[in-house]
């Protein structure tokens, strides 16, 4: 399984971004997907999860600002993020849930003035 994350930029605070996660090598419908991101000196935490029926869970960081979704058709999951803010700087990336993949090269989010 492949995963190839996009979409992460420098954005000032309020602002918004929406990442994408292309995976290949296998039919995303099978898996419950996340949305992970580590923060330079802190460990990788999920933020976003996504079932395979729809159902979505967050982290309450990002509870309201965040939102999951998946197009199984193009193999692709995406997050949107508005509101954000500096404490959302991280490297963001994605995989199944539980994360059983190797990880891929992940998107850096710049959240800063």
């Known amino acids: 399984v492949q995963l190839v994350e996009s979409g992460g930029d420098l954005v000032q605070p309020g602002g918004s971004l929406r990442l994408s996660c292309a995976v290949s090598?296998?039919?995303?419908?099978?898996?419950?997907m996340g949305w992970y991101r580590q923060a330079i000196g802190d460990e990788r935490d999920v933020v976003a999860a996504?079932?395979?029926?729809?159902?979505?869970d967050y982290a309450d960081s990002v509870k309201g600002r965040f939102t999951i979704s998946r197009d199984n058709a193009k193999n692709t999951v995406y997050l949107q993020m508005n509101s954000l803010k500096p404490d959302d700087t991280a490297v963001y990336y994605c995989?199944?849930?539980?994360?059983?993949?190797?990880w891929g090269q992940g998107t850096r989010v710049t959240v800063s003035s």
């Open positions: 090598g296998t039919w995303l419908s099978f898996y419950s």
């Open positions: 996504i079932s395979r029926g729809g159902a979505t």
């Open positions: 995989n199944a849930r539980p994360a059983d993949w190797d």
